[in-house]
């Protein structure tokens, strides 16, 4: 029986590709290849090219596929590993429609809602989630830091609106701080979103369904030994501490699986998806939903899979057999 090639497809236009090429490595060990073949695919703005033995080979975006000497490659499915855009916000996912290939994430509406990290979190407030207060800055538009802080207060956290979640975030703590701050996530994402800062410990919860089953991973706790959980905390080993399973009352652990597991269905996500919580008080805020999580061997989701004791191979067997079943 012949192997399906699966293109694990990773790279993106924003500064999120040096943790796109990583989590492609982790995804590409995870793939079972006793039963699947396994091409990366580089996408960026210059060039889509698959990677053979060495050797980078032009797509042909047509049909997603490529020559290798005289033989036509086609992909069986694509599993999406970019973080931003054009793979997190719905753009390579509304192509993957358009030509008929099979993907492992959410489709067009989902990736694109939770790419807006602020219309994301309004829209599941209307369903009873909680999130914290939040402006909205677009560009080439008046802001008055006087309102941020009467509205929000100090702290805050400003961060691109649209954008993966490791740069241009910035927590501040003076008025002074709030312009530059605004102008660094700017870099990243025509939208800034300023959150009111929740003191409390931050936890994050993945899962994937498929027909008649789901699966809500163990809860991780993340303690930064930075001030928040910032590219360097996530990428840097010493810089943050992850207790899987996270060490909370059997009650809350329950209560933050069920609202994920709830956010999931709420925008119609498909294949892990990972959420991210700050526990204070006795409440529990959302922080954002990430539908092409980080990949690497010590991401969140593979230390969590690994807790729940589960074979991390057929994960991920089960969730491109379920996006080629989709088709």
């Given at each position: 029986?012949?192997?399906?090639?699966?293109?694990?497809?990773?790279?993106?236009d924003s500064?999120?590709?040096v943790?796109?090429?990583?989590?492609?490595?982790g995804?590409s060990?995870f793939?079972?290849?006793s039963?699947y073949n396994?091409?990366?695919?580089?996408i960026t703005?210059e060039?889509?090219?698959a990677e053979v033995?060495?050797?980078?080979i032009?797509?042909?975006?047509?049909d997603?596929?490529f020559?290798?000497?005289n033989q036509?490659?086609q992909?069986d499915?694509?599993?999406?590993?970019?973080?931003?855009?054009?793979?997190?916000d719905g753009?390579?996912?509304?192509?993957?429609?358009?030509?008929?290939?099979?993907?492992s994430t959410?489709?067009?509406l989902p990736?694109?809602l939770?790419?807006n990290?602020f219309v994301c979190?309004t829209y599941?407030?209307g369903f009873?989630v909680?999130v914290?207060?939040?402006?909205?800055?677009?560009?080439?538009?008046?802001f008055?830091?006087?309102?941020i802080?009467d509205?929000?207060?100090?702290p805050c956290?400003?961060?691109?609106?649209?954008?993966g979640s490791?740069f241009g975030?910035?927590?501040v703590?003076?008025?002074a701080?709030?312009?530059?701050a605004i102008?660094?996530?700017f870099e990243?994402?025509?939208?800034?979103i300023?959150e009111?800062?929740?003191d409390?410990n931050?936890?994050?919860c993945g899962?994937?369904?498929?027909p008649?089953?789901e699966?809500?991973f163990?809860?991780?706790e993340v303690?930064?030994a930075?001030?928040?959980f910032?590219?360097?905390?996530k990428?840097?080993a010493?810089?943050v501490?992850e207790i899987t399973?996270a060490?909370l009352?059997k009650?809350t652990?329950?209560?933050?699986?069920?609202?994920t597991s709830?956010i999931y269905?709420i925008?119609?996500c498909?294949g892990?998806?990972?959420?991210?919580y700050?526990?204070?008080?006795?409440?529990?805020?959302?922080l954002e939903?990430n539908?092409t999580?980080?990949?690497?061997?010590t991401?969140?989701?593979?230390?969590?899979?690994?807790?729940a004791g589960?074979?991390i191979?057929?994960?991920f067997?089960e969730?491109?057999?379920d996006?080629?079943a989709?088709?």
């Amino acid at each position: 029986m012949d192997k399906k090639n699966i293109a694990v497809v990773y790279g993106g236009d924003s500064s999120e590709i040096v943790v796109s090429r990583k989590s492609a490595q982790g995804v590409s060990s995870f793939i079972d290849d006793s039963i699947y073949n396994i091409i990366p695919v580089l996408i960026t703005l210059e060039k889509w090219v698959a990677e053979v033995d060495g050797d980078e080979i032009a797509i042909n975006k047509d049909d997603f596929s490529f020559l290798q000497g005289n033989q036509k490659v086609q992909f069986d499915c694509a599993y999406v590993t970019i973080h931003g855009t054009p793979g997190e916000d719905g753009k390579l996912q509304g192509y993957f429609d358009i030509i008929g290939l099979p993907y492992s994430t959410c489709g067009v509406l989902p990736a694109s809602l939770t790419f807006n990290k602020f219309v994301c979190n309004t829209y599941l407030k209307g369903f009873g989630v909680s999130v914290a207060d939040s402006l909205l800055i677009r560009k080439g538009t008046e802001f008055s830091v006087d309102n941020i802080v009467d509205t929000l207060g100090l702290p805050c956290f400003i961060k691109p609106n649209a954008g993966g979640s490791s740069f241009g975030i910035t927590k501040v703590k003076k008025i002074a701080e709030i312009t530059p701050a605004i102008l660094k996530a700017f870099e990243e994402s025509d939208e800034v979103i300023i959150e009111q800062f929740i003191d409390g410990n931050e936890f994050t919860c993945g899962l994937y369904k498929i027909p008649h089953k789901e699966t809500v991973f163990p809860i991780t706790e993340v303690i930064p030994a930075n001030e928040f959980f910032d590219f360097e905390a996530k990428y840097t080993a010493e810089k943050v501490q992850e207790i899987t399973p996270a060490r909370l009352p059997k009650e809350t652990s329950i209560r933050i699986q069920q609202i994920t597991s709830l956010i999931y269905d709420i925008l119609g996500c498909k294949g892990i998806v990972r959420v991210d919580y700050i526990f204070s008080g006795n409440n529990i805020f959302l922080l954002e939903v990430n539908t092409t999580p980080g990949m690497t061997a010590t991401s969140f989701i593979p230390q969590q899979i690994e807790a729940a004791g589960l074979d991390i191979k057929e994960v991920f067997t089960e969730i491109i057999e379920d996006s080629i079943a989709r088709k």
